[in-house]
């Protein structure tokens, strides 16, 4: 069965630096959530979209933007990077109605 | 206050023994979700198995069930048969419906399985 795919896998950026991740759902799933994970820690909560629109927006900062496009694929962009963003970027994906999320395989994001 | 409370930082089993990962979960609202998931080493997060607020009964998936106790507010994985390949961080993470779309996570326990 197909699985929520995310692009990169790794990504290594500079303080200061840009970076975008790329989320590509299961097909038909239509809400499309993003959570990091710094090392050692459990995922947080950042933003979720149904349908193109932002649904909910959990501890995301100013700095970090996300959309979702008209294919359902959905793009992370984090601005401004810190040391403090290094961490393991998931998507998720999910019918809406349905219970479960399904993660991709995550962005290990490392800021230098 | 945590919303998810995993109390065992790690847990220890021997390959084919059922262990017994706890969780219990703090909400005022009537219809949540409870969900479990593995992390391997690798990193990824596989779905394991859902329990809706108002499902009576215990959700099962393979050798994965969910011990339910709404009273209790706890939502403990059962695993049976333990296999090496369970060696893995296990997280138990709730949706509240009043609180949107978004998974709140516990901190995580980590299973080792031995042979």
């Known amino acids: 069965a197909a699985g929520v795919i995310q692009s990169p896998r790794h990504l290594i950026k500079e303080k200061r630096e840009t970076a975008t991740l790329k989320c590509y759902p299961i097909?038909?799933?239509?809400?499309v959530y993003w959570y990091q994970q710094g090392p050692g820690q459990d995922p947080q909560f950042l933003i979720s979209?149904?349908?193109?629109?932002?649904?909910d927006k959990g501890s995301i900062p100013d700095r970090f933007s996300a959309q979702q496009f008209s294919d359902y694929h959905s793009e992370l962009n984090m601005s401004s990077l810190e040391l403090g963003d290094s961490a393991l970027y998931f998507c998720?994906?999910?019918?809406?109605?349905?219970?479960?999320?399904?993660f991709g395989p995550g962005t290990r994001l490392t800021v230098t | 206050a945590q919303k998810i409370t995993q109390t065992q930082p790690g847990m220890f089993v021997q390959e084919k023994e059922a262990v017994t990962l706890d969780c219990t979960y703090d909400?005022?609202?009537?219809?949540?979700?409870l969900f479990w998931y593995k992390q391997p080493s690798s990193g990824e997060m596989i779905f394991l198995i859902y329990q809706g607020s108002y499902d009576e009964q215990n959700a099962t998936e393979g050798r994965y069930s969910l011990n339910f106790q709404k009273a209790r507010k706890s939502a403990n994985l059962v695993i049976s048969a333990s296999q090496l390949g369970d060696s893995a961080m296990y997280f138990c993470?709730?949706?509240?419906?009043?609180?949107?779309?978004?998974?709140?996570f516990g901190k995580g326990t980590t299973l080792s399985v031995s042979s």
């Open positions: 909400t005022s609202d009537q219809s949540y979700g």
């Open positions: 979209f149904y349908e193109k629109m932002q649904s």
């Open positions: 998720a994906s999910s019918l809406v109605g349905e219970g479960e999320q399904y």
């Open positions: 097909p038909r799933h239509d809400t």
């Open positions: 993470a709730m949706r509240e419906a009043q609180a949107g779309t978004a998974l709140i």
